[in-house]
């Protein structure tokens, strides 16, 4: 799967893909991730990739002009195409405006072959980019990023790993929180059995395998039910 990243500051992406599983799904070419600058797209002597509202109002919106040469100059499927399916590609503008990515999000892109994020600016991005460039709009959270840079790098990290062959055991990403059952994780423990005085439960050190089962499956329940009852209402479990 190729990743691109358009953004306006590339050297940012220089720590947070380098390292742990992304930074070995790359090295055994799982995944690949390019960056390309916004401002190599750009015709003026400034490299002006940003400009005051219409409207007039607080800071400064990015320009559609530079973000659709560059997208168009990666040749990919026509919008039209991407959005019926045709095509295993996806256009993906990050902002705080966009649909929430989840889980299934994560699933639904890791079925793609090719994904071109486009990383905003907490100001604003020329709304012809959502209309009519990107095929959707998706944030992280509701909250303000200053852009969304770290967004794509979580969108590649949760993607990358539900790659066939990313993780090493192909079910690992099935027993995790917001699997199948759509619980959290259940809660894990290692060694020492005991640490200043808190015990491990007894059932996980006993080896029956069953009860252990139960227990994990209790015990993600419960958490759920405090940590964030409103999955439990499409809990499948
Ligand atoms: N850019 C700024 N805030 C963001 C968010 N919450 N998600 C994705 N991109 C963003």
């Given at each position: 799967m190729k990743f691109e990243i358009v953004t306006i500051?590339?050297?940012?992406f220089r720590g947070p893909l380098d390292y742990g599983i992304v930074r070995r799904a790359r090295e055994a070419a799982f995944i690949e991730i390019l960056i390309h600058?916004?401002?190599?797209?750009?015709?003026d002597r400034h490299k002006t990739v940003d400009d005051r509202p219409f409207g007039g109002g607080e800071g400064m919106v990015l320009k559609p002009e530079p973000l659709f040469e560059c997208v168009e100059s990666?040749?990919?499927?026509?919008r039209k195409r991407r959005m019926a399916g045709e095509a295993k590609e996806a256009v993906v503008l990050l902002s705080p405006q966009g649909q929430m990515f989840t889980q299934a999000v994560a699933e639904e892109m890791a079925g793609l072959e090719r994904i071109v994020m486009i990383c905003g600016r907490y100001e604003g991005v020329d709304e012809r980019v959502a209309e009519s460039l990107a095929d959707r709009e998706i944030s992280i959270g509701d909250y303000v990023l200053s852009g969304g840079e770290l967004a794509a790098a979580i969108v590649v990290d949760a993607v990358a790993r539900?790659?066939?062959?990313?993780?090493?055991?192909?079910?690992s990403s099935v027993d995790e929180s917001f699997g199948e059952a759509g619980l959290l994780d259940w809660p894990q423990y290692t060694r020492p059995a005991e640490f200043r005085g808190w015990k491990v439960p007894e059932v996980l050190i006993g080896g029956n395998h069953e009860e252990v089962r139960k227990w994990r499956r209790n015990a993600a329940r419960e958490k759920t039910q405090r940590?964030?009852?409103?999955l439990l209402e499409g809990s499948r479990k």
């Open positions: 500051f590339p050297d940012f600058d916004l401002r190599a797209f750009t015709t990666l040749q990919l499927a026509s539900l790659q066939a062959g990313v993780l090493g055991n192909e079910t940590q964030r009852p409103d």
